[in-house]
Each structure stands twice: as structure tokens, then as C-alpha cells.
């Protein structure tokens, strides 16, 4: 579902801009800027799994140990 800019942000996260891509992350209550490109529609990206990137670099790093 797009979101508008100027819109107020449920949840952290990082949105596209609909026309050109640009990524912007915006915090939870935070209001969505109008991107540089002169669109004011993001497509709506609000999941970003802090938590589970952060268990998955964990992983990757104790895998690297016990490859080395
Ligand atoms: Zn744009």
C-alpha cells in the first residue's frame, strides 16, 4: 500500500520512493518527507527486522570463527 509524504510513520522503517527507489528510513511517529525527486509516494516498507539481522550477523560471525 503507497504511502503519502507528510504522512505520520506507524513503525520504524525504510520506505521507496515509488518513482525513483530512493530509500528512506524514517522513525515511528516521524513524518515522511517528500522525496528529492519531487514524488510524494513511498511504497510502504515499514518491516525491517532490526532483531533478526542482528541474530543473523551474530550467526555469521560465529560462523567465521569456526572457519578460521
Ligand atoms: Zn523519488
Redesign the pocket.
Known sequence: MPVHAGARVQQTGTFH??????KVRVKKGERLPD?????SLYTSRTKEPRNRSAVRSRKSLAKRRRAA
Open positions: 520512493c515509488r518513482d525513483c527507489d530512493a522525496c528529492p525527486c519531487g514524488s
